[in-house]
């Protein structure tokens, strides 16, 4: 009993490490071999595991904690010192593993009773020892010990008491936007952390305002105390059995310190918690073993109980009196507007209707109906109420209703609106026409300078309070001005009223050149844009000469696009391409030279999309007619493709756009390798995801690859790369086909390779090359090219170059095999490996190939060990 004991807390014990078998002959005064024998005898009873008569577990996690507390707090058959004394730290997580699980199965009283005298014994060696780190393991280990949560918090006080105060401009301080923060082990917040799960109210209490004070002289750590009080003290799916004490502990406490609104510093945090706090859905991660966690989480909503209504109005009063404050008024305002966002999958509807008694209240009786951003806050929050069907009084909706919000509110999308009409999305978008018409009908000149004034109210608080661009609705500005000024005159002023403002809210100009032409025609049109001088103005001419009809084209006109272009910055280019077709009457080379202009300003600036999107995307009208657009200056045509592929990266169409210009250049494909080439050189992130199965489908592939082969193996020379392994072939030998295909390619595949090995066996540079490719092959595949290399040569020396096993790669394109042995180091793909290496011995049953077959076999070796010692270690970590 008393070995099961000890393997019980060891967990798993191994023969072959002397270090520890030394320990354990030493610590309980066993005979190695005793252990052993013993070890044996449990092992015939079923109550230990054992690998290969060296390796013992405990077969079962609820036996072993029934052996442990038997052993050593039970029976005490073999005394808790003995652990302490020569295990401890070194074992510490041995300890926690033991102690978690036989606290949580047996008499917890009755266990800690039993362990105070060796842990009073070894807390005062380690307090008076100087081993600061081993002595805040002990604690860590034994906080939940009587009377020692007391000396942890003496301990943290006296080391909290001996920091200087920090001086920080605490307006300089923020709280994160989460509270995923590590906190440094060892350290006093670590030791804090541990009052978290206390029972103990007073430790709680203490505890929490030790972290205070902790903050108080470290305020720089306003993240990590942040951290504690939302991870450790926040809330958990049982907290409503505790009637949310910790949480309302921290709040009262918070209060306290912001002590109404005079200290910031927890003025800050208090605005962090109580937003976090005031969440109705929270996450919490599994627990894998008593010390790691999984990347799952529990979600879960908080219990309404009367202790939870409690908790959230004191939260929403200590809000709401900081707001009579002016540094805070916008913390206040911000954190109903982030509640008024809310999502819970959970049915929360009576939380929030608690909620709402006091939010109402603190609305109407402190907000300003005149101000549009309270109107915006107000409407928003009723929104969110009526989304989860909680009544309110109308009143309130007409009483912040000012004309800022009205023009906001015609101008935008509303989920609640639509969804009330029950329209579709085609029937929504109409009825916000016909609102539109019916509000603007008779507005003149001066109502619209109103409106101008009143956008800029709502766009200015939108940028100011940083909320999404979606609360400021400038696509719907121009639409409105576009079906509201029916007045040519009336049209042509507000225009050029706005323009005088330099396009401020930055319309889609398309509805309002179009208007813009059809009022004015084309001369005065294009004079109207030029008058005036504003940052999009190149766009709107863009869009002018994008929208000017074909038969209005002149030369002139195209002479100034061109230099348009030219003057722009890309972000100031259109995207499309296929508007500028109407002008090749007069210049059939105008998409090519347009692209030869990109591309020079591509070479001078940088951060930007793909300028060649819509000349490469296959619903274009450019597309469709690529070649004939650059047949007399195709190079433009693949320094626009090698330019989008750097930039965006694969698309499903870069093949096509690849096989067009290859048919009318065959050697582009050795200029894209060397394009390749040059940017995994100058940089390290460069991928070519491009698919090359193309290429052994075209009617010349044996002419084509063979050249590609014979290309990259020279640039391969030149670089001097050793080995030859080269990620370019490999990609080209990637197969993405049906099955059907796949017969017919990899047939291709195994031609051109033989033809290669026979013709160049002797070139072993080039057949390391290759052969290199044939190890993403299947194991099955690979045979055939081994055997013929052989036959062909039998240089031992050549033939230990060549790449014939599996080596761990990271590129998506891996034979299955391969990659389950480099992604989890199966043993079952191992033993594949084992199992092709045996394959390939009947090859070399010849005089002159015994060397080869001794080289093979020892590799087998290699790979056998290599199982046995997973198989080990797997049954270790199990």
Avoid at 323 to 343: A, G, P, R, W
Wanted: aromatic letters at 16%.
């Amino acid at each position: 009993m008393k070995v099961a004991g000890i393997v019980a807390f060891f967990q798993v014990v191994d023969k072959s490490k002397d270090e520890m078998m030394e320990k354990i002959q030493t610590a309980f005064k066993i005979d190695r071999e005793i252990f052993w024998e013993a070890v044996r005898k449990l092992y015939e009873f079923e109550l230990v595991d054992m690998y290969e008569d060296e390796i013992a577990r405990i077969s079962d996690q609820v036996l072993a904690t029934y052996l442990f507390y038997l052993t050593f707090l039970k029976e005490k058959l073999l005394n808790f010192s003995f652990l302490l004394d020569n295990f401890f730290p070194q074992f510490q997580y041995n300890f926690v593993d033991a102690l978690n699980p036989v606290l949580s199965a047996f008499d917890s009283e009755e266990i800690i009773n039993i362990l105070s005298p060796e842990v009073d014994r070894v807390w005062k060696i380690y307090e008076e020892g100087g081993d600061k780190k081993s002595f805040i393991q002990l604690m860590k280990l034994f906080w939940f010990v009587k009377h020692k949560q007391t000396n942890i918090l003496s301990y943290t006080r006296n080391l909290i008491n001996k920091m200087e105060e920090e001086s920080v401009d605490i307006s300089s301080l923020d709280i994160p936007s989460n509270s995923n923060i590590d906190i440094p082990p060892y350290s006093i917040l670590d030791l804090l952390s541990l009052f978290g799960n206390s029972d103990e109210q007073n430790s709680q209490k203490i505890a929490i305002d030790l972290l205070f004070r902790y903050l108080t002289k470290k305020p720089q750590e306003l993240p990590q105390v942040f951290c504690l009080l939302i991870e450790v003290f926040g809330f958990e799916r049982d907290s409503y059995i505790t009637q949310f004490i910790t949480q309302s502990i921290v709040i009262d406490k918070l209060l306290e310190k912001v002590n109404g609104g005079k200290n910031e510093l927890f003025a800050k945090l208090f605005f962090g918690v109580a937003e976090k706090y005031l969440y109705l859905q929270f996450n919490t991660p599994k627990l894998k073993n008593n010390r790691e966690f999984l990347c799952l989480w529990h979600q879960f909503s908080p219990q309404p109980t009367p202790e939870l209504f409690d908790l959230r109005n004191k939260i929403w009063q200590g809000i709401f009196q900081l707001y009579q404050i002016d540094i805070f008024e916008k913390e206040v305002i911000n954190i109903i507007h982030q509640y008024s966002k809310s999502y819970s999958k959970f049915s929360v509807g009576e939380i929030i209707k608690q909620d709402a008694v006091e939010v109402l209240k603190f609305l109407t009786d402190n907000l300003n109906p005149q101000d549009y951003y309270h109107c915006l806050i107000v409407q928003k929050y009723l929104d969110f109420l009526e989304s989860r069907k909680i009544e309110f009084n109308n009143e309130i909706r007409e009483r912040f209703l000012n004309g800022t919000y009205e023009v906001y509110r015609i101008l935008s999308d509303n989920w609640n609106e639509r969804n009330n009409c029950y329209l579709d999305g085609k029937e929504y978008k109409e009825f916000k026409q016909n609102q539109i018409k019916k509000y603007f009908a008779n507005y003149d000149f001066k109502d619209y300078q109103d409106f101008f004034a009143k956008c800029h109210e709502i766009k200015a608080v939108t940028k100011e309070k940083n909320h999404y661009y979606s609360e400021f609705p400038s696509g719907r500005i121009a639409e409105l001005i576009f079906l509201s000024c029916e007045n040519s005159e009336l049209y042509l002023d507000v225009l050029k009223y706005y323009l005088n403002f330099g396009d401020p809210f930055q319309l889609n100009y398309f509805l309002l050149i179009e208007k813009l032409i059809k009022i004015s025609g084309v001369e005065k049109a294009f004079e109207l844009l030029n008058q005036f001088d504003f940052a999009s103005k190149r766009k709107w001419l863009f869009g002018f000469y994008n929208l000017l009809p074909e038969d209005k084209i002149t030369s002139d006109y195209l002479e100034k696009l061109y230099n348009l272009y030219r003057e722009s910055k890309l972000d100031e280019i259109p995207e499309r391409f296929d508007f500028l077709l109407k002008y090749r009457d007069l210049d059939k080379n105008v998409v090519a030279q347009v692209t030869e202009i990109i591309l020079s300003q591509i070479n001078e600036q940088t951060n930007f999309p793909d300028p060649f999107y819509f000349l490469f995307n296959p619903y274009t009208q450019v597309n469709h007619i690529l070649i004939e657009l650059f047949k007399e200056k195709l190079y433009l045509l693949k320094q626009a493709y090698l330019s989008s592929q750097k930039i965006k990266g694969y698309s499903s169409n870069s093949e096509d756009i690849f096989i067009r210009i290859l048919d009318a250049d065959q050697y582009f494909i050795i200029e894209y390798i060397d394009w390749v080439y040059d940017e995994e050189r100058k940089f390290s992130n460069f991928r070519d995801d491009l698919n090359y199965t193309f290429l052994w489908k075209h009617e010349n592939y044996q002419e084509l690859i063979t050249q590609v082969v014979e290309h990259i193996y020279q640039r391969e020379k030149e670089l001097s790369n050793s080995g030859f392994r080269n990620t370019i072939l490999e990609r080209i030998f990637v197969l993405e086909v049906t099955e059907e295909e796949k017969v017919v390619f990899e047939d291709r595949q195994n031609q051109l390779l033989k033809s290669v090995i026979e013709n160049r066996y002797t070139d072993i540079d080039l057949l390391q090359l290759l052969f290199s490719v044939t190890t993403t092959f299947p194991y099955e595949r690979r045979y055939q090219f081994i055997d013929l290399f052989c036959q062909y040569n039998q240089n031992f020396e050549y033939f230990k170059k060549l790449p014939i096993e599996p080596y761990v790669k990271n590129h998506k394109e891996l034979s299955s095999e391969d990659y389950i042995l480099s992604s989890s180091k199966n043993i079952e793909a191992t033993h594949k490996i084992v199992e092709y290496l045996e394959s390939l011995l009947p090859i070399f049953n010849t005089i002159d190939l015994l060397e080869h077959k001794q080289y093979l076999e020892k590799e087998i070796k290699y790979f056998e060990k290599w199982i046995e010692d997973e198989k080990k270690r797997n049954f270790i970590e199990d």
